[in-house]
């Protein structure tokens, strides 16, 4: 049953009900040992944390900001800092100093906690430019700290002041004070344009977004969820959360590259992720098909038809399958699916929300086929994650972004933007009276900047308002849905489309290079170079037909006409990426304005 209990004492709450259960599973920095902490202890240690913080002078509705990847720290931090009505600012761990200066001076934060040595780091650096920081609390014990910082602590050394609790009097004083209306979060949105703002969340905006999602997420205390995204973001920290709610056991994967590795370690049933991770999946399986015996191709080309059939044409319609389909798909779902299945530690799927980005329909058909129920969603930090998402049980589109959770009302302006109002959506950004006043309707709607349609009680998304492009032809060019429809090759890693005021669409494609040259090297090119490679004619060819397969369906104006092979990733370094790996794409614009003109050349 879910426990609905403010978020100052939710933990404490769940302690009396599991005790000795499994609540965390975790592996500290640089260990490769999985470990297991208890409700009980779950409990404790946040008990500690806010024994701590009280001890260190921390005020209710002050700032605490948390500048880490995801570990067990963290969950402790953020829930201590929650039990003495301390607001958590949670920064991405591959954010920059002049983010995170910038951040830590908006909000006046004193308490700044680091999870690693880039972390430390960068924390160091940035100390003496920010007046209001006195304290740098580091949650990996290993971390250097330099001889002339006298304001750095161990995260062991901080919460052995709360040891003996020795504040618990007044926390449990300050518990009684929690209410709705108090800040819970400020979560500096990435932002693809402009500065960053500080989205504020309440303790009432995460109490109605735990009731909604737990009519129409169906987690149990029988789960084993693991966390792939950054609890900075806030799909996972409030998918995170509901998981808590209902007593589910979270398995902490501090390093998002090794998540492969985590799953078939720890066997989640569930995990939120974007929709980069499925499309990964899909081409590592294509891949392997590819090079499987004739026969294999077949079989598993068959077990995918029947997959599509039963779950695709019958399930997602709402249709019964036949008796004979049913038995057909039960049979290759523990033996085919569950192969596949168990290739990415899959044994015992439940079900994989997925958001944050556009689902192309082939990946979101496939995922579906080999028996992983992926739930499709929409949300932004603004709204606490889910707008809307696909409702277990109930009829699904591909393609649409599901259903809208409850308390949630949607509009569509006249020019297609998508609208919101509800107890999930957020007041307004901190301390930016200005941008408030623009960001809502008069009539109190919040303006997304996501452009989309209703149907049949589904949310469709067409694109990013901001991000439409418009060619000098007046057609109107969705670069997402573009790029999302080509990301599935297995050739391409990253792709940028370009159109603004262009003639025709062109791409700016980063090659999958593993594969792109060992496909080189089996016929006989020779290359010294990743730029020489993408300068290969062979390559820009062999690229140019797979994309022109890909996009058939597009209308002739929608369609890429030229590309131009990238010999190295856009990355966040060059500003080209925000933290949430999202294109910044007047960057990319900007960084590559020559390759952009020369195929625009005539």
């Not at 309440?202 to 792939?228: L, S, W």
């Not at 192969?339 to 079900?351: D, H």
């Amino acid at each position: 049953m879910q426990n609905l209990s403010h978020l100052s004492v939710l933990v404490h709450e769940q302690a009396k009900h599991y005790g000795s259960r499994g609540a965390l599973t975790f592996r500290t920095f640089g260990s490769l040992e999985w470990k297991t902490v208890s409700w009980k202890q779950f409990s404790l240690r946040v008990k500690q944390v806010s024994n701590a913080m009280l001890s260190l002078g921390i005020k209710p509705q002050e700032n605490i900001a948390v500048f880490s990847q995801n570990c067990i720290q963290y969950l402790y931090t953020d829930f201590g800092a929650y039990g003495i009505r301390a607001v958590s600012i949670p920064i991405y761990a591959t954010s920059s100093e002049q983010q995170i200066q910038y951040v830590v001076q908006d909000a006046g934060v004193r308490f700044l906690f680091v999870g690693e040595q880039d972390q430390y780091n960068k924390a160091h650096r940035i100390f003496a430019l920010c007046p209001t920081l006195e304290r740098i609390i580091i949650f990996d014990h290993s971390v250097r700290i330099s001889t002339h910082d006298p304001n750095a602590l161990y995260f062991e050394d901080f919460i052995a002041l709360g040891d003996k609790l020795p504040m618990q009097t007044q926390v449990e004083e300050l518990w009684k004070q929690a209410n709705d209306d108090d800040l819970c979060n400020i979560i500096y949105t990435s932002g693809t344009t402009g500065d960053s703002k500080g989205v504020m969340l309440t303790y009432g905006q995460y109490h109605a977004a735990m009731v909604a999602n737990g009519k129409c997420v169906p987690v149990t205390e029988k789960d084993r969820v693991i966390n792939f995204l950054p609890f900075a973001h806030i799909f996972e920290r409030g998918w995170a959360y509901l998981c808590l709610t209902v007593g589910a056991q979270l398995i902490i994967n501090t390093y998002p590259q090794e998540i492969q590795q985590s799953m078939r370690e720890t066997h989640p049933t569930c995990m939120s992720s974007v929709p980069r991770f499925w499309e990964k999946v899909y081409q590592a399986v294509h891949d392997k098909i590819d090079h499987s015996s004739p026969m294999q191709q077949k079989i598993f080309r068959h077990a995918l038809a029947v997959g599509h059939k039963y779950n695709i044409e019958c399930i997602s319609k709402g249709k019964r399958p036949s008796l004979a389909l049913s038995l057909e798909y039960k049979a290759l779902n523990k033996t085919i699916m569950a192969l596949v299945r168990k290739q990415i530690g899959l044994e015992n799927a439940n079900f994989f929300p997925t958001a944050g980005a556009y689902v192309s329909p082939e990946v979101e058909e496939f995922t579906h086929s080999v028996g992983i129920d992926m739930m499709v969603g929409y949300g932004l930090t603004e709204s606490l994650a889910t707008v809307s998402c696909d409702h277990k049980g109930e009829p699904f589109t591909i393609g649409s972004v599901g259903r809208p959770i409850e308390g949630i009302q949607i509009k569509i302006s006249e020019d297609g933007e998508v609208l919101l109002k509800g107890p999930t959506i957020t007041k307004g950004y901190y301390k930016r009276d200005a941008i408030n006043a623009t960001s809502f309707t008069a009539d109190g709607f919040f303006r997304t900047g996501d452009a989309g349609y209703l149907r049949d009680g589904e949310l469709f998304l067409t694109d990013r308002i901001k991000d439409l492009y418009k060619t000098s032809n007046g057609k109107y060019i969705a670069p997402q849905m573009v790029e999302a429809m080509l990301l599935v090759d297995k050739y391409i890693d990253q792709i940028a489309v370009i159109a603004d005021q262009r003639k025709f669409v062109s791409a700016l494609v980063v090659p999958e290079f593993r594969l792109v040259e060992e496909w080189a090297r089996d016929r006989g090119l020779h290359f010294s170079s990743r730029e020489e490679l993408c300068a290969n004619k062979a390559v820009y060819d062999m690229m140019m037909e797979r994309i022109n397969t890909l996009q058939q369906s597009l209308a002739h104006y929608e369609q890429v006409k030229r590309i131009t092979l990238i010999p190295h990733h856009f990355s966040m370094e060059n500003g080209e990426l925000t933290n949430t790996l999202k294109l910044k794409r007047s960057v990319v614009s900007k960084n590559y304005k020559e390759e952009i003109d020369k195929m625009y050349a005539e």
